[in-house]
């Protein structure tokens, strides 16, 4: 079998290369191969990486049984578990799809707006005026307090507290780049520390889900945690709890860091582009439409996207572009290439809302969520809750940035945040 051409140096570098500099590596490799490039990260694997609109699409529409997840599944099943839509393949994973898609529909986010807005409100308190932080570690408090309250349905109290506070160091565990070398976890203490808290995490979890399976307001509650208890399949099964714990954890990794950095990056271009931040603030005065806002976000997720690739390994022989791919070759699509399409995105690093005023977004040019039978199950609800956070913050702050340089993109795990956690200055608008 013949594959795609790709860098020679040897495999040790090609795997530190993606780990520690994805983005320049990505750009290198586009450069010199085009957009289909083998990538060889033994003992990782070798790969596939795919940026061309035209592959992507075949992607995208693949059936469940050909494209599986391509990451290690046992390994991710030790803390999302067996029956996560991040393990399941084929009609499993589209049994599970179908009983928790219902809960994220679009109009259902309304619901979340006033919580969202309090969050938010109360997170700010903590900021410090005229003076430059970080609104990243701020930003991860939001989103990590708007699952437990919007996704699990947790109201304020000791379990929440307690809750909260096991996440965020169980989170903590995962945000170096080396977890990804799985040699180096095991002599850093990592899997200890991983168990206990593991166990501690699950125990609050099945004893929220025993209690909301009895509570008397559970048809009237409009979280998803509510919504998924309620949920049938199409024999009328329910969820069970292992089921209903290994979504809600889920949720929370996938939904969490992910929307934190979103709204850092978000930040980080706005305050590094005057004129956008302007228009930006006077639409949310006049408080009527959010189009602005909405291209805003749009195109913070195409020059940042925070996932910046993800995986399929084929179960199946499959033909893409000039190459046949055998059972077992994983294919990555760059979801960071494939947003700067120059022919899509003229100046395709250049940070321009304006692009997504006039068009919606191409699905095969624009991939921050991925898509097909994959797609982001949360993007809906991760655009609503970014929309209404970047509307409180800008109603009660002018932001400006502490320095005029762009932030680098460094990799966290699989995201990749702004170097310096999007610093900014705030001052109350009122002061003004
Ligand atoms: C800006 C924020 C977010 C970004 C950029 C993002 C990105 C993505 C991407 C690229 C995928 C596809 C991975 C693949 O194809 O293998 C994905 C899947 C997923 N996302 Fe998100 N996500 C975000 C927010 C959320 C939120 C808020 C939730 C839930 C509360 C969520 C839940 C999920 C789940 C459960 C999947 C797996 C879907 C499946 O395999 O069927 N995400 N996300």
């Known amino acids: 079998m013949s594959l795609p051409p790709g860098p020679q140096s040897p495999a040790w570098l090609q795997l530190l290369r993606w780990v520690l500099t994805p983005t320049s590596f990505m750009e290198a490799c586009a450069r010199r191969y085009g957009d289909t490039v083998s990538i060889n990260m033994t003992p990782l694997g070798r790969i596939v ?215 850092a990056w978000t930040f980080e271009r706005l305050v590094r582009h005057p004129e956008a931040m302007q228009r930006l603030v006077a639409e949310i005065d006049a408080g009527e439409e959010d189009k602005y806002l909405t291209a805003v976000i749009r195109e913070s997720l195409r020059v940042r996207p925070v996932v910046p690739v993800f995986a399929r390994r084929l179960n199946k022989p499959v033909t893409l572009g000039d190459y046949d791919y055998p059972r077992g070759t994983t294919i990555v699509p760059s979801v960071y290439l494939t947003n700067r399409n120059p022919e899509r995105f003229p100046e395709p690093t250049a940070f321009r809302p304006e692009r997504f005023l006039e068009d919606k977004p191409d699905p095969y040019t624009w991939i921050p969520f991925g898509g097909g039978l994959r797609r982001c199950i949360g993007a809906s609800f991760a655009v609503y809750e970014m929309n209404t956070v970047i509307r409180t913050v800008l109603s009660r702050y002018s932001l400006t940035a502490d320095r005029p340089a762009d932030e680098r993109l460094r990799r966290r795990n699989i995201t990749l945040t702004p170097s310096r956690g999007a610093r900014v200055i705030a001052q109350p608008r009122t002061a003004r």
Not at 92 to 120: N, V
């Open 49 to 263: 990486m795919i940026s061309d609109p035209a592959q992507v699409r075949t992607v995208f529409s693949g059936d469940a049984d050909t494209w599986y997840t391509g990451t290690d599944r046992a390994e991710l099943a030790a803390v999302v578990g067996a029956n996560s839509l991040l393990t399941l393949q084929g009609d499993a994973h589209m049994r599970q799809r179908r009983l928790i898609q219902p809960s994220f529909q679009g109009e259902r986010m309304r619901a979340y707006g006033s919580l969202i807005e309090e969050i938010t409100r109360n997170d700010m308190a903590t900021w410090p005026e005229g003076k430059p932080f970080a609104l990243h570690p701020h930003m991860q408090g939001v989103t990590l307090d708007v699952i437990l309250q919007a996704v699990f349905g947790l109201s304020e109290g000791e379990r929440l507290d307690a809750l909260r506070e096991a996440l965020i160091n169980f989170l903590r565990l995962g945000q170096s780049p080396l977890i990804l070398l799985p040699w180096l976890r095991d002599v850093t203490g990592t899997v200890n520390r991983f168990l206990v808290l593991h166990e501690q995490i699950d125990k609050l979890i099945y004893a929220e889900i025993s209690e909301r399976r009895e509570a008397s307001d559970l048809q009237s509650r409009t979280d998803i945690l509510s919504l998924m208890l309620q949920a049938r399949d199409e024999n009328d099964q329910p969820m069970t709890d292992e089921e209903l714990r290994d979504e809600l954890v889920t949720l929370l990794l996938a939904g969490h860091e992910t929307t934190a950095t979103a709204l």
